[in-house]
């Protein structure tokens, strides 16, 4: 069997948000400005936490980006969500990676805790997931927690991030 890639440059997320990367009707991640991240730095499915896989990823923060200037005006801060979402984008993509199909939906997060911000002066955000369970029947689910570091300091914890691959009904 041929070895998988473990990382992923900004073109290759790129390719995967057009649906190239794992087929049609499979996992795929947002085209830009939703797209949370620039690369994936590692992915493994085995070791991590849990020792069920983990996968690693940044997001180069700049300045300009489109919701500084709306979130907050006077005080610009990312939203939280959209950290929250970059962590659902890699979890699902992780799932894809593993050669799961279906489309990817997040499902939910179990407890959220938020300890810092990403603001204009943030040079990049890191995520890390580990994955607690990989499920591979009619739904493919993924289970993890995540975590999300800014400039290296630990700023959102997520446990139970569940994702889910569904084959589209024809």
């Given at each position: 069997m041929a070895e998988?890639?473990?990382?992923?440059?900004?073109?290759?997320?790129?390719?995967?948000?057009?649906?190239?990367?794992?087929?049609?009707?499979?996992?795929?991640?947002?085209?830009?400005?939703?797209?949370?991240?620039?690369?994936?730095?590692?992915?493994?499915?085995?070791?991590?936490?849990?020792?069920k896989g983990y996968?690693?990823?940044?997001?180069?923060?700049?300045?300009?980006?489109?919701?500084?200037?709306?979130?907050?005006?006077?005080?610009?801060?990312?939203?939280?969500?959209?950290?929250?979402?970059?962590?659902?984008?890699?979890?699902?993509?992780?799932?894809?990676?593993?050669?799961?199909?279906?489309?990817?939906?997040?499902?939910?997060?179990?407890?959220?805790?938020?300890?810092?911000?990403?603001?204009?002066?943030?040079?990049?955000?890191?995520?890390?997931?580990?994955?607690?369970?990989?499920i591979d029947r009619?739904?493919?689910?993924?289970?993890?927690?995540?975590?999300?570091?800014?400039?290296?300091?630990?700023?959102?914890?997520?446990?139970?991030?569940?994702?889910?691959?569904?084959?589209?009904?024809?």
């Amino acid at each position: 069997m041929a070895e998988r890639k473990t990382s992923f440059d900004k073109e290759d997320l790129l390719a995967c948000a057009r649906g190239e990367m794992f087929g049609p009707g499979n996992a795929q991640l947002p085209l830009p400005p939703m797209l949370m991240a620039d690369r994936i730095t590692d992915i493994s499915d085995e070791g991590g936490e849990f020792g069920k896989g983990y996968l690693e990823a940044e997001f180069d923060i700049d300045p300009e980006l489109w919701f500084f200037p709306c979130h907050f005006p006077g005080n610009p801060v990312m939203p939280g969500c959209l950290g929250l979402d970059g962590l659902w984008q890699l979890t699902g993509f992780g799932l894809g990676w593993r050669g799961l199909n279906g489309q990817g939906f997040a499902l939910g997060a179990g407890e959220v805790k938020f300890s810092g911000m990403v603001r204009p002066s943030t040079k990049m955000i890191t995520y890390r997931i580990d994955y607690s369970r990989v499920i591979d029947r009619k739904l493919k689910l993924g289970v993890a927690n995540g975590k999300v570091y800014a400039d290296g300091e630990e700023i959102y914890n997520v446990t139970g991030l569940k994702v889910g691959l569904a084959e589209a009904e024809s």
